[in-house]
């Protein structure tokens, strides 16, 4: 089995930064793309960023220039370094990995961590 801990979530005024991080334990023989979802109170969950085994990254286009995404293979951890933030950010954020067990690879999810910018 596989667990996803995500940490760093917080109340911050809007133009403030903060810094997600999610570590990855258990049976892991290689982790594939790792992610960042977010899911605000009555919608539905939408990708953040994401970052390939290869450091390959992608972005919403609402976080663009403004969230950078980036990950340690030696600590099976990615972080999401938030800047500018807007209380449109405000939401529950999920860490996601696709993780190869050694014999099948299969998606992993955090239990989330709240994220609240006020205006």
């Known amino acids: 089995q596989v667990q996803l801990v995500e940490s760093g979530g917080g109340l911050v005024q809007a133009g403030g930064s903060l810094r997600l991080s999610c570590a990855a334990s258990g049976r892991i023989f290689r982790i594939n793309a790792m992610g960042w979802y977010r899911q605000a109170p009555g919608k539905q969950r939408e990708l953040v960023a994401t970052?390939?085994?290869?450091?390959?990254?992608n972005y919403a286009d609402s976080v663009k220039g403004r969230f950078t995404i980036s990950r340690d293979n030696a600590k099976n951890t990615v972080y999401l370094q938030m800047n500018s933030l807007r209380p449109e950010d405000t939401a529950a954020y999920f860490c996601?990995?696709?993780?190869?067990?050694?014999?099948?690879?299969?998606?992993?999810w955090g239990q989330g961590t709240q994220v609240t910018v006020s205006s």
């Open positions: 970052i390939t085994s290869g450091v390959g990254t």
């Open positions: 996601n990995a696709a993780v190869f067990t050694g014999s099948v690879t299969k998606e992993y």
